[in-house]
């Protein structure tokens, strides 16, 4: 499967913004997706994530302001991002694994096996 990440940007602090992550290849629907994010000089951390059945996770950071949601119709993954802070400053990435991990704690990167290319947030302060 091919993952593109999209809806990056720059924003306000306090302001939002709605990544995409859409899948080709193979139907979106069968697989488990992760959003992770990488700041310059830091490794790439969780933010959240979504299985097949539509169970989810999120990072401490970010819990109660972001949001994940897939539409499987349009084969697509969502990172409704809102209350945005300078820390959420990084790339963003999807991943995608054809069976994902057990959410019962946060997933790591080798939880998944397809990744886009990223898409760049900034937030001011």
């Known amino acids: 499967v091919q993952l593109q990440a999209s809806g990056g940007g720059l924003a306000q602090a306090g302001g939002s913004l709605r990544l995409s992550c859409a899948a080709s290849?193979?139907?979106?629907?069968?697989?488990?997706v992760g959003w992770f994010r990488q700041d310059s000089g830091k490794e790439r951390e969780f933010v959240a994530a979504?299985?097949?059945?539509?169970?989810?996770r999120y990072a401490d950071s970010v819990k109660g302001r972001f949001t994940i949601s897939r539409d499987n119709a349009k084969n697509s993954v969502y990172l409704q991002m809102n209350g945005l802070k300078p820390e959420d400053t990084a790339l963003y990435y999807c991943?995608?694994?054809?069976?994902?991990?057990?959410?019962?704690?946060?997933?790591?990167?080798?939880?998944?096996?397809?990744w886009g290319q990223g898409t760049q947030v900034t937030v001011s302060s």
């Open positions: 991943a995608a694994a054809e069976v994902g991990p057990f959410l019962f704690r946060d997933p790591l990167v080798g939880d998944y096996d397809y």
């Open positions: 290849g193979r139907t979106f629907s069968n697989y488990a």
């Open positions: 979504i299985k097949r059945i539509g169970t989810t």
